[in-house]
């Protein structure tokens, strides 16, 4: 696998936000991790969740009824992951470092595994964010076309129409497949994971049997098959459309670039965190309500600036970042609403489902978007 590194040896921007960000907490004597705000959060996403799915295995009810629960319980599990596993698995829940494990292992109770996503998240996408060939959030199917480096299909001319349908896939084949190629295959995407301990592996095999017992078995033998299918078809298209929408409105929006690396080693001629500016946007920094579900997400540029730091106070070190980009001369890419987020995100992927002419096959692969939308 060919190596990508940062050239940090100047890395000014860095310093100065780290500089301002670590006086923002010093004056006001908040922690870094998570506080009420997050915890709170836990009290309700996840008594909710058991609360939808125990009355949906024992309760007789109308069927727009169960479907409703269907949908609710599969929203609660999107906003557990966002509030509660990613913060979690980041480090940034508690202070506690078992805490932050016990809590990130919501992501396995939901059909995920914590071991893969550490490397594939916290590592690989947050050090190379939308580098192809490294990155794995931009190759989740080849049926996406979503950097502009990657292999063309004529169906992509399309993918902006079958995008949701593509995303509604997004948990049945996280949780069914994609996690199995990464244990037998020993690498995520094109990186070689580090060897799993016994621990790892038990983990693996007991929490994936635990997720079919208990969102397969379970509900077949207390509502029947066709019940169980139709709820967990419900429950899943809602998951997997909301958490990719969610994820990809970070980076495959107007103004995002993209980078890739092949088989040659590669530096990328800006510091780390200035590479994280470039490739990352916010939504509906506005909307309370969004904020709260999204666990933070929709304010994308700081979290891949303080990872470690706790959602909860993304809001706040919003205004910080933007000063700091003014000064430096950076760009801070932001949409004022969810709806403009999702707009831009079709027409860039509408853009990269063209089919790529000679000239922009040589083009860098940071401007081949701005160059085709001219």
């Not at 909710?48 to 599990?77: D, E, K, R």
């Not at 078809?233 to 409105?249: A, D, E, K, N, P």
């Not at 920094?285 to 909860?312: C, D, K, M, T």
């Not at 489902?353 to 692969?365: D, F, L, N, R, Y």
Request: with cysteine; net charge positive; charged share 15%.
């Amino acid at each position: 696998m060919a190596k990508v590194t940062f050239n940090n040896r100047n890395n000014l921007f860095f310093q100065s936000l780290k500089k301002s960000v670590d006086a923002y907490f010093q004056e006001t004597g908040r922690k870094k991790t998570g506080d009420w705000r997050l915890y709170s959060k836990a009290l309700v996403l996840i008594p909710l969740s058991l609360t939808c799915y125990a009355f949906l295995l024992t309760t007789t009810m109308p069927v727009w009824l169960s479907l409703g629960l269907c949908a609710i319980l599969g929203l609660s599990i999107g906003s557990i992951g966002f509030n509660i596993m990613h913060d979690a698995c980041h480090g940034a829940y508690s202070s506690k470092k078992w805490v932050n494990t016990l809590f990130g292992y919501t992501l396995n109770a939901v059909g995920g595994n914590t071991f893969f996503w550490k490397l594939k998240h916290n590592i690989l996408h947050h050090t190379y964010t939308n580098i192809h060939g490294v990155d794995d959030d931009i190759a989740q199917s080849k049926l996406l076309r979503q950097s502009p480096t990657q292999e063309w299909w004529p169906i992509h001319r399309y993918q902006h129409l079958y995008l949701t349908a593509a995303y509604s896939l997004t948990i049945f084949m996280w949780a069914g497949v994609r996690d199995f190629e990464k244990y037998f295959k020993k690498k995520v995407y094109n990186t070689p994971i580090s060897p799993m301990s016994w621990q790892d592996h038990a983990i693996f095999w007991f929490s994936k049997a635990a997720y079919a017992f208990f969102y397969v078995v379970l509900p077949i033998m207390c509502v029947g098959w066709q019940a169980w299918l139709i709820g967990y078809l419900t429950m899943g298209i809602v998951v997997g459309i909301v958490i990719s929408y969610v994820f990809q409105l970070a980076h495959a929006v107007e103004g995002p670039e993209f980078d890739a690396v092949g088989l040659d080693d590669k530096q990328i001629e800006t510091e780390w965190a200035v590479h994280q500016i470039k490739t990352t946007a916010n939504f509906a920094p506005g909307n309370r309500f969004i904020n709260w579900f999204v666990g933070g997400l929709n304010y994308q540029v700081e979290h891949h600036l303080f990872p470690r730091i706790s959602h909860v106070h993304y809001p706040a070190l919003s205004q910080i970042v933007q000063d700091k980009c003014k000064e430096f001369g950076l760009p801070y890419h932001s949409f004022p609403t969810l709806g403009q987020a999702i707009a831009s995100h079709v027409r860039t992927m509408k853009q990269l489902g063209q089919k790529p002419t000679i000239a922009m096959a040589a083009t860098e692969p940071a401007q081949i978007l701005s160059e085709s939308a001219a």
